[in-house]
Protein backbone atom coordinates (compact mmCIF):
# COMPACT_ATOMS: atom_id res chain seq x y z
CA UNK A 1 0.00 0.00 0.00
CA UNK A 2 0.77 3.58 -0.60
CA UNK A 3 0.71 6.89 0.59
CA UNK A 4 0.83 10.35 -1.18
CA UNK A 5 0.34 13.44 1.08
CA UNK A 6 0.53 17.09 -0.10
CA UNK A 7 2.86 17.61 -3.49
CA UNK A 8 1.07 20.15 -4.90
CA UNK A 9 -2.51 18.34 -2.97
CA UNK A 10 -2.04 21.11 -0.41
CA UNK A 11 -2.18 20.16 3.35
CA UNK A 12 1.36 21.28 5.59
CA UNK A 13 3.36 18.09 5.16
CA UNK A 14 4.85 16.27 2.22
CA UNK A 15 5.89 12.92 2.01
CA UNK A 16 5.50 9.37 0.45
CA UNK A 17 4.62 5.96 2.53
CA UNK A 18 4.66 2.55 1.54
CA UNK A 19 4.26 -0.68 3.57
CA UNK A 20 4.66 -4.28 2.07
CA UNK A 21 2.87 -7.47 3.60
CA UNK A 22 2.43 -10.81 3.72
CA UNK A 23 0.65 -13.27 5.18
CA UNK A 24 0.95 -16.77 5.25
CA UNK A 25 -0.94 -19.54 6.74
CA UNK A 26 -0.29 -23.42 7.12
CA UNK A 27 -2.66 -25.84 8.19
CA UNK A 28 -1.40 -28.27 10.74
CA UNK A 29 -3.55 -31.66 11.28
CA UNK A 30 -7.45 -31.05 11.36
CA UNK A 31 -7.64 -28.04 13.07
CA UNK A 32 -4.24 -26.46 14.02
CA UNK A 33 -2.87 -23.38 12.24
CA UNK A 34 0.53 -21.76 11.74
CA UNK A 35 -0.12 -17.99 10.82
CA UNK A 36 3.07 -15.98 9.60
CA UNK A 37 2.92 -12.11 9.01
CA UNK A 38 6.01 -10.07 7.50
CA UNK A 39 5.56 -6.61 7.33
CA UNK A 40 8.13 -3.60 6.15
CA UNK A 41 7.54 0.18 5.82
CA UNK A 42 8.93 3.04 4.71
CA UNK A 43 8.72 6.70 4.18
CA UNK A 44 10.38 9.83 2.92
CA UNK A 45 9.54 13.73 3.16
CA UNK A 46 8.27 15.75 5.67
CA UNK A 47 5.83 13.82 8.49
CA UNK A 48 3.46 14.75 10.81
CA UNK A 49 4.37 13.08 14.20
CA UNK A 50 0.70 11.02 14.06
CA UNK A 51 1.55 9.55 10.60
CA UNK A 52 4.74 7.72 11.76
CA UNK A 53 4.73 3.91 11.44
CA UNK A 54 3.53 3.02 15.07
CA UNK A 55 4.67 -0.40 16.43
CA UNK A 56 3.38 -1.95 19.98
CA UNK A 57 0.00 -2.89 21.16
CA UNK A 58 -2.64 -5.67 20.66
CA UNK A 59 -2.07 -5.51 16.45
CA UNK A 60 2.00 -5.45 16.87
CA UNK A 61 4.26 -6.35 19.35
CA UNK A 62 2.22 -7.83 22.15
CA UNK A 63 4.08 -7.56 25.42
CA UNK A 64 4.26 -3.11 24.89
CA UNK A 65 2.67 -0.27 25.41
CA UNK A 66 0.02 0.79 22.65
CA UNK A 67 2.32 2.87 19.88
CA UNK A 68 5.16 2.47 22.12
CA UNK A 69 7.93 2.64 19.11
CA UNK A 70 7.56 5.25 16.09
CA UNK A 71 9.21 5.95 12.72
CA UNK A 72 9.64 6.61 9.35
CA UNK A 73 10.75 3.07 8.48
CA UNK A 74 9.71 -0.13 10.43
CA UNK A 75 9.32 -3.91 9.66
CA UNK A 76 7.67 -6.48 11.80
CA UNK A 77 7.36 -9.83 11.40
CA UNK A 78 4.97 -12.03 13.88
CA UNK A 79 4.26 -16.03 14.51
CA UNK A 80 1.36 -17.65 15.68
CA UNK A 81 0.19 -21.04 16.45
CA UNK A 82 -3.55 -21.41 16.29
CA UNK A 83 -5.53 -24.26 17.71
CA UNK A 84 -8.87 -25.15 19.34
CA UNK A 85 -9.68 -25.24 22.97
CA UNK A 86 -13.84 -25.60 22.92
CA UNK A 87 -16.63 -25.35 20.13
CA UNK A 88 -16.00 -21.23 19.94
CA UNK A 89 -12.78 -21.03 21.69
CA UNK A 90 -9.39 -21.07 19.94
CA UNK A 91 -6.42 -20.76 21.90
CA UNK A 92 -2.79 -18.36 20.70
CA UNK A 93 0.62 -19.11 21.15
CA UNK A 94 2.57 -16.53 19.70
CA UNK A 95 5.61 -14.53 19.15
CA UNK A 96 6.02 -11.13 17.44
CA UNK A 97 9.09 -9.26 16.52
CA UNK A 98 10.49 -5.84 15.06
CA UNK A 99 11.22 -1.92 15.28
CA UNK A 100 10.46 1.30 13.75
CA UNK A 101 12.93 3.90 13.97
CA UNK A 102 14.28 7.24 12.08
CA UNK A 103 12.28 10.79 11.51
CA UNK A 104 11.80 11.57 14.43
CA UNK A 105 15.33 14.14 15.20
CA UNK A 106 12.98 17.40 15.68
CA UNK A 107 10.90 15.39 18.65
CA UNK A 108 12.01 16.23 21.90
CA UNK A 109 10.00 13.73 23.99
CA UNK A 110 10.16 11.12 21.62
CA UNK A 111 13.58 9.17 22.56
CA UNK A 112 14.28 6.68 20.05
CA UNK A 113 15.26 3.22 20.77
CA UNK A 114 16.72 1.55 17.34
CA UNK A 115 17.51 -2.06 19.08
CA UNK A 116 15.17 -5.06 17.65
CA UNK A 117 11.80 -5.77 20.17
CA UNK A 118 10.27 -9.35 20.85
CA UNK A 119 8.09 -10.57 22.90
CA UNK A 120 5.98 -13.92 22.60
CA UNK A 121 2.63 -14.47 24.82
CA UNK A 122 -0.11 -16.48 24.63
CA UNK A 123 -4.03 -15.67 24.07
CA UNK A 124 -7.36 -16.54 23.03
CA UNK A 125 -9.96 -16.22 20.59
CA UNK A 126 -13.61 -16.27 21.50
CA UNK A 127 -16.31 -16.43 18.61
CA UNK A 128 -19.62 -14.04 19.58
CA UNK A 129 -22.30 -13.06 17.14
CA UNK A 130 -20.91 -9.48 17.34
CA UNK A 131 -16.91 -10.89 15.81
CA UNK A 132 -14.02 -12.47 17.74
CA UNK A 133 -12.94 -11.34 21.00
CA UNK A 134 -9.23 -11.56 21.61
CA UNK A 135 -7.17 -11.16 25.00
CA UNK A 136 -3.44 -11.76 24.67
CA UNK A 137 -0.85 -11.62 27.53
CA UNK A 138 2.51 -10.48 25.93
CA UNK A 139 5.54 -10.53 27.63
CA UNK A 140 8.10 -8.20 26.22
CA UNK A 141 11.63 -7.12 27.47
CA UNK A 142 10.16 -4.89 29.97
CA UNK A 143 8.06 -7.08 31.62
CA UNK A 144 4.36 -8.26 30.73
CA UNK A 145 0.98 -6.87 29.58
CA UNK A 146 -2.60 -8.12 28.63
CA UNK A 147 -3.97 -6.61 25.28
CA UNK A 148 -8.23 -6.91 25.08
CA UNK A 149 -9.52 -5.99 21.43
CA UNK A 150 -12.07 -6.92 18.44
CA UNK A 151 -11.49 -8.53 15.58
CA UNK A 152 -8.55 -10.69 14.18
CA UNK A 153 -5.04 -9.67 14.10
CA UNK A 154 -5.02 -11.12 10.45
Do not use: C
Not at 15 to 29: M, Q, S, T
Request: aromatic residues 16%; glycine residues 18%; neutral net charge.
Amino acid sequence: TGTWAGHGMGGDFDYFKFIAENRLYYKVGRAHVIAVRLMGGIATGDMPYNDLFTLGGADNLRGYEDDEFRGNKMYEATIEYRYPIAKKIQGVVFTDLGNAWGGVENIPWYHENNKLHYSGGLGFRITTPIGPIRLDYGVGQDGGKFHFSFGGKF
